[in-house]
């Protein structure tokens, strides 16, 4: 046999291969070795990611449970943080029911806020210091409301129209609203008289063909000038194009079907409620009787707001006096006072004052016995009247509800607010500047009454309208 073959056939050979055999699948073992260990760290690691990456998510929404449950309970606090879960929450308001513009920290009593964010950022535990979360939740929210009674509403409410005549003032310009508010009526002024501030007439027609309106006017009906310093709507004026040019110094737009005007409210019905009236520390109005006499003065007040300590009190004159009350002379007020009667006639020098350099309120109110959001003036009720000299200090801010008419005549002076079914007569040498009072538990602005009178409301979270998480954009 040649060498060749046998050399080939030698057991060293054959143990070489096998070797080769060996070392390749020996290799083989490394790489799925080594690739289950990498794919085995990653999971670890991924894991680990994701735990923190849900930690982090978790402690945000932490940071917002936290938040509402505060918010929930009435109390208010500008930011909540916290270790475990680790979280740090901040709050904001908006006075607005939509968009985005938000102002940091917590509405203060006054500010109506319609809704809340919370914008909470958690933290994970077990993962790197980078690795957090941020959420936002956006919640309705009702602004805490302080006792007392709170202003609103126009300076004049006239539901059956108005007259002024004969050298009028009315000093009503007020920011925002129509100052002299007339729902089912017309306005009528002439000689000499001046509004200054804007006039609204929601079904009615407009003559003031004597006077001037420095502001803007608005008529569901015809209008009949004078001059309006600012714009004029009404359904039809009385003049040329070139009277239009000289009488109304802004724009005159007629109104047709469509053509939007500022709403009137409804009539709110008021009756005697002595509950309802609550000063601004949430004491109740103490209720004083007004004696025989069925006469205001000076004794009478001292002594009742004396008895209640120099708080404020109510004079309920309404089953004393069936024909009404009266006043003579100067009648000074030591405190808030309220007086309830069926009719009030002041005549000839009748002056209301504050006994004090303090500025006091004083309400006189008719109540509207039935609730049906109209003026009604009963059967033992009567108008408001006074004539001859009357005079509201400028030390008191006055208001008058009344159902039935107002009649004012001959020389008055008056700061404050004036709510009537309407007034007959305003007439010779009158002065009316606003000054707002309100009516407790009512917003004389929209003509809702809310529960409670003046007792006040305490913030109030709402529902969560939406949560998102901000790190996904």
């Given at each position: 046999?040649?060498?060749?073959?046998?050399?080939?056939?030698?057991?060293?050979?054959?143990?070489?291969?096998?070797?080769?055999?060996?070392i390749?699948?020996?290799?083989?073992?490394?790489?799925?070795?080594?690739?289950?260990?990498?794919?085995?760290?990653?999971s670890?690691?991924?894991?680990?990611?994701?735990?923190?990456?849900?930690?982090?998510v978790?402690?945000?929404?932490?940071?917002?449970?936290?938040?509402?449950?505060?918010?929930?309970?009435?109390?208010?606090?500008?930011?909540?943080?916290?270790?475990?879960?680790?979280?740090?929450?901040?709050?904001?308001?908006?006075?607005?029911?939509?968009?985005?513009?938000?102002v940091?920290?917590?509405?203060?009593?006054?500010?109506?806020?319609?809704?809340?964010?919370?914008?909470?950022?958690?933290?994970s535990?077990?993962?790197?210091?980078s690795?957090?979360?941020?959420?936002?939740?956006?919640?309705?929210?009702?602004?805490?409301?302080?006792?007392g009674?709170?202003?609103?509403?126009?300076?004049?409410?006239?539901?059956?129209?108005?007259?002024?005549?004969?050298?009028?003032?009315?000093?009503?310009?007020?920011?925002?609203?129509?100052?002299?508010?007339?729902?089912?009526?017309?306005?009528?002024c002439?000689?000499?008289?001046?509004?200054?501030?804007?006039?609204?007439?929601?079904?009615?027609?407009?003559?003031?063909?004597?006077?001037?309106?420095?502001?803007?006017?608005?008529?569901?009906?015809?209008?009949?000038l004078?001059?309006?310093?600012g714009?004029?709507?009404?359904?039809?004026?009385?003049l040329?194009?070139?009277?239009?040019?000289?009488?109304?110094?802004?724009?005159?737009t007629?109104?047709?079907?469509?053509?939007?005007?500022?709403?009137?409210p409804?009539?709110?019905?008021?009756?005697?409620?002595?509950?309802?009236?609550?000063?601004?520390?949430?004491?109740?109005?103490?209720?004083?009787?007004?004696?025989?006499?069925?006469?205001?003065?000076?004794?009478?007040?001292?002594?009742?707001?004396?008895?209640?300590?120099?708080?404020?009190?109510?004079?309920?004159?309404?089953?004393?006096?069936?024909?009404?009350?009266?006043?003579?002379?100067?009648?000074?007020?030591?405190?808030?006072?309220?007086?309830?009667?069926?009719?009030?006639?002041?005549?000839?020098?009748?002056?209301?004052?504050?006994?004090?350099t303090?500025?006091?309120?004083?309400?006189?109110?008719?109540?509207?016995?039935?609730a049906?959001?109209?003026?009604?003036?009963?059967?033992?009720?009567?108008?408001?009247?006074m004539?001859?000299?009357?005079?509201?200090?400028?030390?008191?801010?006055?208001?008058?509800?009344?159902?039935?008419?107002?009649?004012?005549?001959?020389?008055?002076?008056?700061?404050?607010?004036?709510?009537?079914?309407?007034?007959?007569?305003?007439?010779?040498?009158?002065?009316?500047?606003?000054?707002?009072?309100?009516l407790?538990?009512?917003?004389?602005?929209?003509?809702?009454?809310?529960?409670g009178?003046?007792?006040?409301?305490?913030?109030?979270?709402?529902?969560?309208?939406?949560?998102?998480?901000?790190?996904?954009?």
């Amino acid at each position: 046999m040649p060498l060749n073959q046998r050399q080939l056939g030698h057991p060293g050979t054959e143990r070489g291969s096998a070797l080769m055999g060996v070392i390749g699948v020996m290799g083989v073992l490394i790489v799925i070795t080594l690739t289950l260990t990498t794919a085995t760290l990653y999971s670890l690691d991924f894991t680990r990611s994701t735990r923190a990456s849900v930690q982090s998510v978790a402690a945000a929404e932490s940071g917002v449970s936290a938040a509402q449950l505060s918010l929930t309970t009435g109390t208010c606090r500008p930011a909540f943080s916290r270790s475990s879960p680790q979280f740090t929450a901040a709050v904001s308001y908006s006075v607005s029911g939509t968009g985005d513009a938000w102002v940091a920290g917590c509405p203060p009593v006054g500010v109506p806020a319609v809704r809340l964010r919370v914008e909470s950022t958690g933290s994970s535990l077990t993962g790197p210091a980078s690795d957090e979360a941020t959420v936002e939740a956006i919640f309705d929210y009702e602004s805490a409301v302080s006792p007392g009674v709170q202003p609103s509403g126009a300076a004049m409410y006239l539901h059956g129209g108005v007259v002024f005549m004969n050298n009028a003032n009315l000093l009503v310009a007020e920011s925002g609203r129509a100052a002299i508010q007339v729902k089912n009526g017309n306005v009528s002024c002439s000689n000499n008289t001046v509004i200054e501030g804007d006039v609204v007439v929601a079904a009615g027609n407009l003559n003031i063909s004597g006077c001037s309106i420095e502001g803007n006017a608005w008529a569901s009906g015809a209008a009949t000038l004078g001059a309006v310093t600012g714009n004029l709507t009404a359904a039809s004026v009385n003049l040329t194009a070139a009277q239009r040019a000289s009488r109304i110094g802004g724009v005159y737009t007629r109104n047709t079907v469509g053509t939007p005007i500022p709403t009137v409210p409804a009539w709110v019905d008021l009756n005697y409620v002595p509950s309802d009236w609550v000063d601004a520390n949430g004491l109740p109005y103490r209720v004083a009787p007004i004696g025989l006499g069925c006469t205001i003065d000076t004794s009478l007040l001292a002594a009742a707001v004396a008895v209640n300590g120099g708080k404020p009190i109510i004079i309920n004159a309404l089953a004393l006096c069936p024909l009404g009350v009266t006043a003579v002379g100067t009648v000074k007020l030591p405190g808030d006072v309220v007086i309830f009667a069926n009719k009030f006639t002041f005549v000839n020098n009748v002056q209301f004052q504050s006994s004090t350099t303090a500025r006091h309120k004083l309400w006189f109110i008719t109540p509207d016995l039935v609730a049906d959001q109209l003026p009604t003036c009963g059967v033992l009720q009567g108008d408001f009247w006074m004539k001859n000299s009357f005079t509201i200090a400028p030390t008191l801010d006055a208001m008058t509800y009344t159902p039935c008419r107002f009649n004012a005549m001959n020389n008055f002076e008056w700061r404050g607010q004036l709510y009537a079914n309407g007034a007959n007569d305003f007439k010779n040498n009158t002065r009316f500047e606003s000054a707002p009072l309100g009516l407790p538990g009512i917003d004389l602005e929209t003509g809702t009454v809310t529960g409670g009178g003046s007792a006040g409301a305490v913030a109030r979270l709402g529902n969560m309208t939406s949560m998102r998480d901000l790190n996904d954009g």
